[in-house]
T-cell receptor, first 116, second 116 residues
């Protein structure tokens, strides 16, 4: 029940295209859903996050769409650029009323390649 | 702040040797996480601490792995004896958990471990 399933494993997009990565979770107690971005040789870094009281959050070219009833959320990268090429991880945690102390359950990761 | 600092960045050792990985979290953070990343298994949470106390070590693969956090500014992950299957990138992350909901984990650059 703690799993977060992410797809696809890899994604190739042309410059200017839209990249879409999907995640599904099982634990209905999760109430915080971040996306992390990792470049080669670096640690993951927070990209954008959403809480289930909203269905969408947009920051620049990056948008999270959240479907609470389906227990799914997705990352959309508009106008994808070669500099967006990285590994993307979705994650989930329980912040309110839990004792997880900030523990994040990560998806398996998606390797995004944006061709120029 | 310099961020989360891990050392060494690279470690090459022979099977059976003891390996110690080190982490200095961001000053003021009260939670610390150790992860292992491999192509096959993705990003795995090994253990995490809150206020220097281990909260959950269920991700530690075997008794050969141990972690300590003697104070708020230092943590170690030790593997003894090391085996080739321990080869991976090990990340340390820290975060601050307070009354304001803001669960952001900051990752170090990682230690790439190769066990020959």
């Amino acid at each position: 029940q703690q799993q977060v399933k992410q797809s696809p494993q890899s994604l190739i997009v042309q410059k200017g295209g839209i990249s879409i990565i999907n995640c599904a979770y099982e634990n209905t107690a999760f109430d915080y859903f971040p996306w992390y971005q990792q470049f080669p040789g670096k640690g993951p870094a927070l990209l954008i996050a959403i809480r289930p009281d909203v269905s969408e959050k947009k920051e620049g070219r990056f948008t999270i769409s959240f479907n609470k009833s389906a227990k799914q959320f997705s990352l959309h990268i508009m106008d994808s650029q070669p500099g967006d090429s990285a590994t993307y991880f979705c994650a989930a945690s329980r912040e309110v009323g839990g004792t997880s102390y900030g523990k994040l359950t990560f998806g398996q990761g998606t390797i995004l390649t944006v061709h120029p | 702040d310099a961020g989360v600092i891990q050392s060494p960045r690279h470690e090459v050792t022979e099977m059976g040797q003891e390996v110690t990985l080190r982490c200095k979290p961001i000053s003021g953070h009260n939670s610390l996480f150790w992860y292992r990343q491999t192509m096959m298994r993705g990003l795995e949470l090994l253990i995490y601490f809150n206020n220097n106390v281990p909260i959950d070590d269920s991700g530690m693969p075997e008794d050969r792995f141990s972690a300590k956090m003697p104070n708020a500014s230092f943590s170690t992950l030790k593997i003894q004896p090391s085996e080739p299957r321990d080869s991976a990138v090990y990340f340390c992350a820290s975060s601050f958990l307070g009354t304001v909901r803001k669960n952001i984990q900051y990752f170090g650059a990682g230690t790439r471990l190769s066990v020959l």
